[in-house]
């Protein structure tokens, strides 16, 4: 309650600081990792205070590891830091049309809107109903919108896409060097903004976010 009421109130310092004592104070007890988790949530654009966060998970070390959160905080954490672009040409995905595809090669005058989600993501579902207000807001300020599913069906999929009239660029993973993996992606919906070269410029955890950043980099 005091996390949700804090991070309402955009009190970033304040969440930063509780955070990092909360997490060191219960270092020895695996309630850490959801403090870190949401730590990384807060801070996923932040590579000083990530670091801040790094220094404690090192301390701690993988006394965790058999906890379900210690993969999504560990890994998460350290492919944040070690990961700043993506070479989409190196992952093969699965269209609509059920065809193995590769993406195309990047444009110059383009920014990349990367949407990865699932159907039973109810946060991804109804941010999509936001994508959908501003995809001609997207086009003209020349964003490329790309969603890419980690589920397994195309034919839900395509039953999804067609029953709520959405027209842009969906695919799905598939199992052979699987980009959320490699990205330690286990948060939905998550959401990067790449530029021409492919370098990350932006990561966040909902479509709100993703525009506010989105009026800072091109302003929109």
């Known amino acids: 309650k005091n996390y949700t009421s804090?991070?309402?109130k955009k009190d970033?310092?304040?969440?930063?600081d509780i955070l990092l004592k909360l997490f060191e104070k219960n270092i020895d007890n695996?309630?850490?990792l959801q403090l870190g988790n949401n730590y990384i949530d807060l801070h996923q654009n932040?590579?000083?205070?990530?670091?801040?966060l790094k220094t404690l998970t090192d301390r701690q070390?993988?006394?965790?590891?058999?906890?379900?959160?210690?993969?999504?905080?560990?890994?998460?954490?350290?492919?944040?830091?070690?990961?700043?672009?993506?070479?989409?040409n190196a992952y093969t995905f699965i269209s609509s049309s059920n065809k193995k595809v590769k993406l195309p090669t990047l444009s110059d005058n383009k920014?990349?809107?990367?949407?990865?989600?699932?159907?039973?993501?109810k946060p991804c579902i109804s941010d999509h109903k936001e994508i959908f207000k501003k995809q001609q807001l997207l086009a003209e300020k020349k964003i490329e919108l790309i969603s890419i599913s980690i589920d397994d069906s195309v034919k839900e999929l395509n039953h999804y896409l067609n029953k709520n009239n959405y027209k842009w660029t969906n695919y799905l993973e598939t199992d052979h060097k699987r980009i959320t993996k490699d990205l330690g992606t286990s948060?939905?919906?998550?959401y990067l903004i790449l530029n021409r070269t492919g370098k990350i410029i932006c990561s966040q955890n909902s479509f709100n976010d993703v525009l506010k950043c989105l009026e800072k980099t091109i302003e929109l």
Do not use: H, M
């Open 6 to 8: 804090l991070y309402q």
């Open 12 to 16: 970033t310092a304040v969440l930063t």
């Open 30 to 32: 695996p309630y850490s």
């Open 46 to 52: 932040s590579r000083e205070n990530l670091l801040r």
């Open 61 to 88: 070390g993988d006394k965790f590891s058999w906890f379900i959160f210690y993969q999504t905080v560990n890994q998460r954490l350290n492919k944040i830091l070690t990961i700043t672009s993506l070479d989409l």
């Open 111 to 121: 920014y990349y809107l990367l949407d990865f989600w699932f159907l039973a993501c």
């Open 187 to 190: 948060t939905f919906p998550t």
